[in-house]
């Protein structure tokens, strides 16, 4: 079984800045990429930065590009996302998602964790 865990959200101020970790579980499983989403209330979901594997390629969507930075140490399964010069319109219920494989077996799995609240306010 495959279980995802964040932790590291809270209450920052503007400008402040916060660490997201994300480890997930399950031995057997190469994981092909991992990416962070969140999630506004009333708004729709959306991706935030996504880290892949074997290159460690990243990308993120443009509103947070030089201000977040997502990694992995790939000995423990976990990703990160250093989130520096907060905004307001960052607060939010950020997810961690992950999808890997488990051979012998030749298709994807996805997985998602449960996800930290991210409140930025003064």
């Known amino acids: 079984q495959v279980k995802l865990v964040e932790s590291g959200g809270g209450l920052v101020q503007p400008g402040g800045s916060l660490r997201l970790s994300c480890a997930a579980s399950?031995?057997?499983?190469?994981?092909?990429?991992m990416s962070w989403y969140r999630q506004a209330p009333g708004k729709e979901r959306e991706l935030v930065a996504t880290i892949t594997t074997p290159d460690g390629s990243t990308d993120y969507v443009d509103s947070v590009k030089s201000r977040f930075t997502i990694s992995r140490d790939n000995g423990k399964n976990t990703v990160y996302l250093q989130m520096n010069s907060l905004k307001p319109e960052d607060t939010a219920l950020y997810y961690c998602?992950?999808?890997?494989?488990?051979?012998?077996?030749?298709?994807?799995?996805?997985?998602w964790g449960q996800g930290t609240q991210v409140t930025v306010s003064s």
């Open positions: 998602k992950a999808v890997g494989r488990s051979p012998p077996l030749t298709w994807d799995y996805t997985f």
């Open positions: 399950g031995s057997t499983f190469s994981w092909r990429s």
